[in-house]
């Protein structure tokens, strides 16, 4: 029986010839890069992230791996602490050592791909008590490495856990880890947001039950985009959530005529947190591994251009170092 092979939104193709893939070979020859220009690596608060409860923050490990405090629950974004990626070392060093990240309540996996799929990882961080939250057609993949404590969601289905309610999203993108399983999962973003703010139940509790309460009420939504090209989507997602803060990819464009319908350019994220009603966002997938042909340098200066263009305050967006935490408000955010 075939396997069920997903689509993107308005089914857009991201498959690419032979012949395209051996151009971009060709081009890539051609280039010259500078590469001297490494993100910056904070030491972690190691500390504070072990103690912390209260606080909503999100610390930057590299690419998309993001360790994330919500509504006192820990959690990681497709994690993948890989020295290496194919054949090329990894361009800086983790921002938390893989053995200092606090106990995991949670683990998201936004798609099937190496760079956002690493097994070695994922058994350093899993127990079993670990939620893994995947995208729809990746589960049973999941529990055969071990992961049983796994669920898997389609596109605008939510999982709610300790009082976080997580929706996944679409994006644009595609997934194969072997020649024979092409978009036999699916991919996408998630949405966090306090569960009692999404049903409005304001019961009326008192002690510590208020406390709690009242941390949920001030919980900010976030959005973690996975990887993507620029697509419809974006405003959709906007229009169903009230986003405070947005992880959004910025790397990995170039060529663009091979990259575009799987990767937004700068420019297209800065217009993607335009389109979600963001109010922040936090720029990631680069600066860790080479996987096209920008340089982390050149993905950091086309957006700060864009930004000026677009006459977006400086201050709403966070480029951070690896390490480095953010505090999250739903008005305000401080680095910490």
């Known amino acids: 029986m075939p396997k069920m092979r997903f689509t993107n939104m308005d089914h857009v193709?991201?498959?690419k010839t032979i012949k395209q893939f051996r151009q971009w070979r060709q081009e890539r020859r051609s280039k010259i890069k500078d590469y001297t220009f490494v993100v910056p690596n904070h030491p972690p608060?190691?500390?504070?992230?072990?103690?912390?409860?209260?606080?909503a923050t999100a610390t930057w490990v590299g690419h998309s791996t993001f360790f994330i405090q919500y509504l006192g629950l820990n959690m990681v974004t497709d994690p993948v602490w890989a020295e290496r990626m194919a054949f090329d070392k990894r361009l800086a060093p983790p921002g938390i050592r893989i053995q200092d990240v606090p106990p995991l309540d949670i683990i998201l996996l936004s798609h099937s791909h190496y760079d956002h799929l690493h097994l070695a990882s994922l058994r350093k961080l899993y127990r079993a008590d670990t939620l893994m939250l995947v995208p729809k057609g990746l589960k049973s993949k999941m529990i055969r490495k071990g992961?049983?404590?796994?669920?898997?969601?389609?596109?605008?289905?939510?999982?709610t856990v300790g009082g976080v309610r997580i929706t996944f999203v679409p994006a644009q993108h595609w997934t194969r880890r072997t020649p024979f399983d092409t978009n036999t999962s699916h991919w996408g973003g998630?949405?966090?947001q306090s569960e009692?703010?999404?049903t409005g139940s304001a019961t009326s509790v008192a002690g510590a039950d208020a406390h709690a309460e009242s941390d949920s009420a001030e919980a900010?939504?976030?959005?973690?985009?996975?990887?993507?090209?620029?697509?419809?989507?974006?405003?959709?997602?906007?229009?169903r959530f009230a986003i405070d803060l947005t992880f959004m990819p910025i790397g990995a464009y170039e060529p663009e005529w091979f990259m575009t319908s799987q990767h937004v350019t700068p420019e297209e994220a800065l217009q993607g947190f335009v389109d979600?009603?963001?109010?922040?966002?936090?720029?990631?997938?680069?600066g860790a591994f080479k996987l096209a042909d920008d340089t982390p340098r050149e993905a950091l200066d086309r957006l700060e251009a864009e930004r000026e263009r677009l006459g977006i305050a400086k201050e709403r967006i966070h480029v951070l170092g690896h390490g480095e935490t953010l505090k999250i408000g739903r008005r305000s955010s401080t680095r910490i």
Not at 147 to 159: A, D, I, K
């Open 276 to 286: 979600c009603g963001a109010n922040q966002m936090i720029p990631m997938h680069y």
């Open 190 to 192: 998630y949405v966090l």
């Open 196 to 198: 009692q703010q999404v």
């Open 13 to 15: 193709n991201t498959d």
């Open 147 to 159: 992961f049983r404590n796994c669920h898997e969601l389609q596109w605008w289905e939510h999982f």
């Open 45 to 55: 608060e190691l500390e504070f992230l072990h103690h912390n409860r209260e606080m």
């Open 220 to 239: 900010p939504t976030l959005y973690f985009v996975g990887d993507t090209g620029y697509f419809r989507g974006f405003k959709e997602i906007g229009e």
